[in-house]
């Protein structure tokens, strides 16, 4: 999108907090996404204060399909699960880990909070925690 302008390995730095970023180029990033600047300066509201970063959740498949036809969410979940499960090639086709990155990406797909999806996940017994490994 910046033709150039902004790598995306130094955008992901800055979304890190690696590298240290100037005035001018919060001015331009937010130029490029048509966002306000107060947008790239607010916490970040996708990841929860209260998850564990290595806390994984558990999704039953089987629901999620079943429920796929029902809402824009769930097919939008639908999808995701079967983009991990290529990318993962994992075909155990009945529950799929989540890590919380992914469920970060899912909350980011459906315009909510990482805390809203996963209280949706659990409404809907879609979810449940999996045990952190030893």
Known sequence: MSEGRIKAVVLGSYERGDRAISLQRIL?????????????????????????????????????????????????????????IVQRSDWNGEVLSLRNTDLSLVALSMNS?????????????ITFTAPNPL
């Open 113 to 125: 909070t990482h805390n809203d999806v996963l209280q949706w996940l659990r409404e809907e017994k």
């Open 28 to 84: 331009e990033i937010a130029e490029l996404y048509a966002v306000p600047v107060t947008a790239l300066l607010s916490e970040n509201v996708f990841i929860s204060d209260h998850i564990q970063p290595n806390e994984s959740f558990m999704i039953d498949l089987r629901r999620v399909r079943s429920l796929s036809q029902r809402s824009a969410q769930c097919q939008i979940l639908a999808n995701f699960a079967m983009w991990i």
